[in-house]
Nanobody
Framework: VQLQASGGGLVQAGGSLRLSCTVS????????IGWLRQVPGKEREFVAA????????YYTDSVKGRFTVSRGNAKNTVYLQMSSLKPEDTAVYYC????????????????RGQGTLVTVSS
């Protein structure tokens, strides 16, 4: 399985950005596709996730109401729509396969590609 994140960039605080995750390979129905992020020098953290086989979504508290994770019409694409961005959202964002056992925990996710850098200026 390969998951490649793209769409990062520089945006002003209050702005929006949409990240894409292209998935190739087999994903089981029990799995999720999640978004994680990491600031250099800090631990990686869970951001959001969507189940592969149904539309249930999950978010960390700091992004609820601002970020939306969704599946594309092409089923192998997952998006993270980010709005009302804040400087503290600055990080490298990764998409990853989640096993679905402890879906709010980073350890549940398996990163299979490079991340994309999001920089939010104040």
């Amino acid at each position: 399985v390969q998951l490649q994140a793209s769409g990062g960039g520089l945006v002003q605080a209050g702005g929006s950005l949409r990240l894409s995750c292209t998935v190739s390979g087999r994903i089981y129905s029990s799995h999720l596709i999640g978004w994680l992020r990491q600031v250099p020098g800090k631990e990686r953290e869970f951001v959001a996730a969507i189940r592969w086989n149904d539309p249930r979504t999950y978010y960390t508290d700091s992004v609820k109401g601002r970020f939306t994770v969704s599946r594309g019409n092409a089923k192998n694409t997952v998006y993270l729509q980010m709005s009302s961005l804040k400087p503290e959202d600055t990080a490298v964002y990764y998409c990853a396969r989640g096993l679905g056992r402890d879906l709010y925990e980073v350890r549940d996710y398996d990163i299979r590609g490079q991340g994309t850098l999001v920089t939010v200026s104040s």
